[in-house]
């Protein structure tokens, strides 16, 4: 019997090579190599053995790295790293490689590719993701990045941490998270002010050596006992970013997206793109609290500047011709949507979350591809219907943040369809949209 199952054993394994046949407890997904489980770079399990993906065509279709997210249930992605290994080169096998996904398949492995092991690549090109799901953290209404009230970003949305078991341990996690040197000091009872929206963790317990506060256990459900003025707040070592020269981007729809300038001798001025890349966009995104760099761009995305440029520290020949400018995930993470008004989390009132605020959006020009767009977004499925009857989910509150909306239907984000801008509209509330969509599993029928 024992000989029979070792036949069976390498038939099953001589198929799975030869057929690119997949079954389930042979193939798995992770990312690795980043501060959490919802980026990082992209490794697979092939009969056991941990593998790389390779980029080639990878950066040509943001459905691979939605494929990705949607998989792990982390989200949708925020960002496909096109900066070859940026999450550092794998090790093993690369498993896959030109892998074209439509955005639909419920697992990487059931998207187009030549076939498990068929490549022509280097480890040096293995892909990664970053996904909206990512617990991200920063630190607010300090002096500086790298002291204030501590923040974390879960779930969609922005909340404090509780002072019960905070202690420096804790402040040390996340002061090497942010990139800021040790701790110097853990502070309590709202210190630096107290926050607003959701207590999001509680009795924090870490080590002091993890490398993201999500490593650290805590009780979060006794955060509903705290309250705003018991909010944990750190000061970090790095406090001389005060005298280093200041930076902004302007000019972009706001404070994470846009041109960047620089401030130095009190005067401001733009940067060349001589040199620029997603490692040095990635430190300017950290430093203004802005998550990750999702993309590297042109003057002719947010405009030449006028004042005197900066470039020439590094002795390059520039015009305002050649100013960079740098998108942001934070860009993307402030901002969220939800349907409410029905019982439901697939159907209802559309309300989006920008600048702080949760608000609606009016109905004109409305129509079912803006529908699909949100129903994606929301991993809902397709829609079945957009509510053409004004407010037919009640009326919101709050600001209107958009309206005459016109997405082509393929749009990863509600957020990248065309609109006259953020908070731009001439509605009353008894214009809100409601969005019905066929729910979170139909879609895998289709």
């Given at each position: 019997?024992l ?39 992209v490794?697979?399990?092939f009969l056991?053995?941990w593998?790389?993906?390779?980029d ?14 949607r998989q ?9 790293q ?7 080169p ?5 498993w ?8 639909n ?8 590719s ?13 892909v ?12 607010v209404?300090g002096?500086n ?9 879960q ?14 341990a804790?402040a ?14 853990a ?15 509680a ?5 002091g ?7 650290c ?22 406090l001389h970013?005060?005298t ?5 981007l ?8 846009g ?39 042109g003057s002719?995305?947010f ?10 520290w ?7 011709r ?13 901002t ?17 979350f ?6 609606t ?29 004004p407010?037919w ?7 209107i943040w958009?309206?005459e ?8 984000s509600l ?10 509209h001439g509605?009353?509330?008894?214009e809100?949209?409601?969005?019905v969509?066929?729910g979170?599993y139909?879609?895998?029928f289709?």
């Amino acid at each position: 019997m024992l000989l029979f199952c070792s036949i069976i054993l390498t038939l099953v394994s001589y198929c799975l090579k030869e057929l690119s046949v997949v079954c389930p407890g042979y193939t798995d997904l992770r990312l690795v190599n980043s501060s959490d489980s919802c980026s990082g770079r992209v490794e697979l399990q092939f009969l056991k053995e941990w593998g790389t993906v390779c980029d080639a065509c990878w950066d040509m279709r943001a459905a691979n790295a939605h494929v990705v997210c949607r998989q792990l249930q982390c989200g949708v992605a925020l960002s496909n790293q096109q900066v070859p290994a940026w999450f550092g080169p794998g090790s093993g096998p690369i498993w896959l490689d030109e892998v074209e996904c439509e955005g639909n398949e419920t697992s990487l492995w059931s998207c187009s590719s030549p076939g498990w092991g068929k490549h022509d690549c280097q480890h040096k090109e293995d892909v990664g993701v970053v996904c909206s799901e990512s617990m991200r953290v920063m630190l607010v209404n300090g002096s500086n990045p790298c002291a204030g009230r501590v923040e974390v970003h879960q779930n969609g949305q922005w909340g404090t941490v509780c002072d019960w078991g905070w202690d420096i341990a804790d402040a040390a996690v996340v002061c090497r998270e942010l990139g800021c040197g040790t701790a110097v000091t853990a502070t309590f009872n709202a210190y630096f002010g107290a926050g607003s929206g959701s207590v999001s963790m509680a009795f924090v317990n870490c080590s002091g050596s993890e490398t993201a506060l999500k490593h650290c256990s805590s009780e979060n459900v006794i955060a509903w006992y705290c309250n705003h003025s018991e909010d944990a707040g750190v000061v970090c070592s790095e406090l001389h970013v005060q005298t280093s020269p200041e930076c902004a981007l302007v000019n972009g729809s706001n404070s994470c997206s846009g041109r960047v300038e620089r401030q130095y001798f009190n005067k401001w001025g733009t940067v060349c793109d001589a040199c620029w890349d997603m490692r040095a966009a990635s430190v300017l995104c950290r430093q203004l609290n802005c998550g990750i760099a999702v993309s590297v761009v042109g003057s002719d995305r947010f405009g030449e500047g006028s004042e005197c440029s900066i470039s020439s520290w590094s002795r390059a020949e520039c015009s305002h011709r050649r100013d960079v400018g740098v998108i942001c995930s934070g860009e993307h993470i402030h901002t969220t949507l939800k349907l409410v008004g029905s019982g439901g989390e697939c159907a209802g009132r559309l309300e989006v979350f920008h600048s702080g605020s949760w608000g609606t959006v009016c109905d004109d020009s409305w129509d079912i591809k803006d529908a699909h767009v949100v129903c994606r977004q929301l991993q809902c499925g397709v829609a079945l219907s957009n509510q053409q009857v004004p407010a037919w989910f009640g009326p919101g509150s709050g600001p209107i943040w958009l309206d005459e909306v016109e997405c082509e239907g393929n749009e990863t984000s509600l957020w990248s369809c065309s609109s006259p801008g953020w908070g731009k509209h001439g509605c009353k509330h008894k214009e809100d949209v409601g969005v019905v969509c066929s729910g979170k599993y139909a879609a895998f029928f289709y």
